[in-house]
């Protein structure tokens, strides 16, 4: 059974860090590569970043440079270390497997609010 369990949002002024975790079951993380979405409030979710198995990475342009994406793969853990925080990424960021779709399984998300 797939289970996704994802924490460490918050409350951040702007320019301040967070770190995400999440907690994936087995079958999904030994099998895929890792993603990061997070999804504004009235748009679309989108891809933050994302792992491979073997710890190749990829971000989004927005993101880049300023959040960090690993995984503990003893752990069956993904973090996103999140630094130089903006309004924009204000959102409820979702850990999954790399490629996700709509009908997959997905956790219950981690809400991030950067505010003065």
């Known amino acids: 059974q797939v289970q996704l369990v994802e924490s460490g949002g918050g409350l951040v002024q702007p320019g301040g860090s967070l770190r995400l975790s999440c907690a994936a079951s087995g079958s999904i993380f030994s099998s895929f590569a890792m993603a990061w979405y997070r999804q504004a409030p009235g748009k679309q979710r989108e891809l933050v970043a994302s792992i491979t198995r073997g710890g190749s990475t990829n971000y989004a342009d927005s993101v880049k440079g300023r959040f960090t994406i690993s995984r503990d793969n003893a752990k069956n853990t993904v973090y996103l270390q999140m630094n130089s925080l903006k309004p924009e990424d204000t959102a409820v960021y979702y850990c999954?497997?790399?490629?996700?779709?709509?009908?997959?399984?997905w956790g219950q998300g981690t809400r991030v609010t950067v505010s003065s």
């Open positions: 999954n497997k790399a490629r996700a779709q709509p009908y997959d399984v």
